[in-house]
């Protein structure tokens, strides 16, 4: 079976730039997660989606972050204009409502964005 | 609230080492306790799970007993191998929600 897939996997960028990181989750899958990833913060929630519909963005840093899930087996996280302190790994994840709410998270093998 | 808190690293030792690595937790409803692995250059993976008080998960010769009284989930292997050089993260979820809370992660470095 095909896990959550990624892309780029690296992306190197320059102050300024739009990065669009890219996500495709499993199959099935109603719940979609973006995390960001660093030594300082650890891993953060950006936002997740239910059904391609966004519930929760409070995670998000700022207006320059945005992210869409214009159907089931996409998502895009959009970086505008893109800084440094943005450098990160960053993770999507999904997850399967099931008749069990334990339910995991399988995630992606990650973005990683560095911005000069 | 709820949140994770997980022993800092990072931790190293040797080849057929005993490895504890310490996680504790709060919540406001009922929790699903988790233990996610992530080996290096890759995304994390489930290692290990616990839906309810006193429940044992375990996995690759990992365990972690739930402790409602203590509010722990200790992660725990006999020997420890190379292989398992990684960082594991704590989690919980709660039945009212939808996140998954992670503590910061260990870093686990075994040497030969």
């Known amino acids: 079976d095909a896990g959550v897939i990624q892309s780029p996997r690296h992306e190197v960028t320059e102050m300024g730039q739009e990065v669009t990181l890219r996500c495709k989750p499993i199959?099935?899958?109603?719940?979609l997660f973006w995390y960001r990833q660093t030594m300082m913060r650890g891993l953060e929630l950006l936002i997740y989606?239910?059904?391609?519909?966004?519930?929760?963005d409070s995670g998000m840093p700022e207006d320059r972050f945005s992210a869409k899930m214009p159907n089931a087996s996409f998502s895009t996280l959009k970086i505008q204009p893109s800084e440094p302190r943005d450098s990160a790994v960053y993770f999507c994840?999904?997850?399967?409502?099931?008749?069990?709410?334990?339910?995991?998270?399988?995630f992606g093998e990650g973005s990683r964005l560095t911005v000069l | 609230g709820n949140s994770v808190t997980q022993m800092e690293g990072p931790v190293t030792l040797s080849e057929e080492a005993f490895l504890t690595i310490n996680c504790t937790y709060t919540?406001?409803?009922?929790?699903?306790l988790f233990w996610y692995v992530q080996y290096p250059g890759e995304g994390l993976q489930l290692l290990l799970k616990?839906?309810?008080?006193?429940d044992k998960g375990s996995n690759k010769g990992f365990e972690a007993t739930y402790r409602k009284e203590t509010t722990s989930f200790h992660l725990e292997k006999g020997s420890v191998q190379v292989s398992d050089s990684a960082v594991y993260f704590c989690?919980?979820?709660?039945?009212?929600?939808?996140?998954?809370?992670f503590g910061t992660g260990t870093s686990l470095t075994v040497i030969p």
């Open positions: 994840a999904s997850r399967r409502t099931s008749g069990s709410w334990t339910g995991e998270l399988f």
């Open positions: 199959s099935g899958h109603d719940y």
């Open positions: 989606f239910n059904n391609n519909v966004p519930i929760d």
């Open positions: 919540a406001t409803g009922y929790p699903s």
């Open positions: 616990a839906t309810k008080a006193d």
């Open positions: 989690a919980l979820r709660v039945i009212t929600g939808n996140q998954f809370y």
